[in-house]
Each structure stands twice: as structure tokens, then as C-alpha cells.
């Protein structure tokens, strides 16, 4: 699974708002509702983030893997 946690910390650090970026970045509200759901951003999303907040992709997002992973991991 993707997590979008660490935008949240990055977002904190670089003192930017959510509404700075709908306002006056132009990030959709609807960018950042899939955000906090961890659902799928484009990489288009995840580059306009990182040039906005001057970042590595690993201040965006995390792999967290899942129980089934692991497993078919340990399978192989």
C-alpha cells in the first residue's frame, strides 16, 4: 500500500496549508481528498508536490507492504 503520510509531515515542516495549495497552487481539492485516503495520485500529482514543497518523493509517500505481500514473499 501507498501512504501519503509523510506529505502531511513535509506539508508541516515547509509551513504550507492545504488551502495554500488548492489557493495558490492549484492542487484540486479533490487531489487532496485521494490524499488523505491514500487512494491513487497520478506521478504528474507527486511531481507538481515535490517542486511545490522543493522535496524528494520519499517526503510525498511511503510503501507500506500488506500482509499478502509478505506472504508471497516468503513464499518465493
Known amino acids: 500500500m501507498i501512504s501519503y503520510e ?7 515542516n515547509r509551513e504550507v ?6 489557493n495558490k497552487y492549484h492542487v484540486s481539492a479533490g487531489q487532496l481528498s485521494r490524499l488523505r485516503k ?5 506521478t504528474h500529482t ?9 522535496c524528494k518523493v520519499e517526503d510525498i509517500l511511503m510503501y507500506i507492504p500488506n500482509d499478502e505481500t509478505k506472504i508471497e ?3 518465493e
Do not use: A
Open 38 to 42: 491514500n487512494n491513487y495520485i497520478s
Open 46 to 54: 507527486i511531481d507538481i508536490l515535490c517542486e511545490i514543497l522543493d
Open 6 to 12: 509523510p506529505l502531511w509531515t513535509t506539508l508541516k
Open 17 to 22: 496549508t492545504q488551502y495554500q495549495l488548492i
Open 73 to 75: 514473499s516468503t513464499l
